[in-house]
């Protein structure tokens, strides 16, 4: 009987695998789209290229486009499109558009308003952050960013003549920037010997400690902290709840420290490496009165800084992974395909700022990409290092004041020389959410300082 008993519901199981796969071959509304067969029955798929062999689905999708064309079904429920004259469609700022709640589960962060699937409650949750993030509330704070600018270059000074982890300084950079801007706290990583993350589990304390101090808040304070502006916004009280609020403080501080630190260590590889676009910066630094190179102001008038920072920010975007868009309420359509309302559609930046129909040789490192007006025009809707549309990179003000000013002080200030590394190790390699790279951190330089001429 035990053994009929078990053989009855492995039969039982496998015609309902049985079933479920010939649905979704067969009889899904995403059925007819292009795709391999084992993507569209099960997301075992996707978790063998992101798991076992860790974070190469993006990559894989790249490999799967050229086979099976420009749009694919890339899991059970997902489409993919690789066509950058369909980027405009998805990330835009007209209309109604949710994230895909799959893609953000994992971040077990369900209050934070980058993990808010739907369009209206991600809008509500972001209002209140958005003046904190703003191009002119940055530029007034620049100030700070500078100051730890110079806590690294003190840092770097003492190194004069010898080794140093540039990586490792570079996120101890961000980190203390990220942490100062927008909880008011330093965990001083760039004291640290060996720069290491101070930061832990002390968020929850700092968010429960500010919370427990609101009847102290100042509404007019010129630096008031992520967690300041949501309680004193117009919110409805669940919105300004400990745990939500924490998982706001969370997700927007993970998402400062890493990603800048990551386009800062591909621009100093590529600007040191690189003869010519070293003496064409200090050239245009020199143009510039003392005072002004350390003014964001300033250097953002810099045309040929502008232009090498959009190269890194072209070779190293926020995010590796793609970014799929649900329109609820109305159907999709590309080219001959309707896409069903409802349906998850995405892209991915990372492959289409190296895509080669784009960019020619797309994986080389050239700022003259950007230096002529015209040219630059082409790419504008189809660059986007921050994402576009309603869901963009709430920090993007923030990430280029701190190229801007980062980039503009080391390479006043030090001459570096990489030791063993080479293009491959600062190269998108995984797909961690952000770009993983074979140098991530371990990326050491030596040190000779530089005296850029009055």
Known sequence: MDTFTVASLGAVVLFYLATLASYRLFLHP??????????????????YYDIVKNGQYTFKIAELHKEYGPIIRISPYELHVSDPAFFGVIYRQEGHWNKYDWSYNAFLAPGSAIC???????????????????????????NLINSQIMKLIDRIRDTD??????????????????TEYILARNYHDLDKEDFSEGMTDDTMKITADIIAAKSSFDVSMDAPTIVHAILTSDLPPAEKEFGRIHDEVSTVSGAAFETSAQTLRVLLYYIYNDANILRRLRTEFQQLPPESRTKLSALEQLPYLTAVLMEGLRLSPGIATRIPRVAPDRDL??????????TPVGMTTLLMHLDGDIYPNPRSFDP??????????????IYAP????TRSCLGMHLAWAELYLTIAALVQEFDFSFEG???????????QFIIGTRARKGLVVRVKT???SE
């Open 333 to 342: 359509v590309y080219d001959k395909w309707v896409i069903p309302k409802g």
């Open 368 to 381: 003259d990409r950007w230096t002529d007006l015209d040219t630059r025009k082409q790419y504008e809707k």
């Open 421 to 431: 590394t080479t293009p491959e190790d600062i190269e998108p390699a995984s797909d």
């Open 386 to 389: 921050f994402s576009r549309g």
């Open 450 to 452: 530089h005296i850029l």
């Open 116 to 142: 808010s699937a739907d369009h209206n409650v991600h809008r509500r949750r972001r209002a209140p952050l958005n003046p904190l993030f703003s191009k002119a509330t940055v530029a007034k704070r620049q």
């Open 30 to 47: 995403l059925a007819t789209f292009p795709g391999p067969k084992l993507a569209a029955i099960t997301r075992y798929y996707e978790a």
């Open 161 to 178: 003549q010898s080794r140093l982890n540039i990586g490792a300084a570079l996120s101890a950079l961000t980190r203390d920037i990220a």
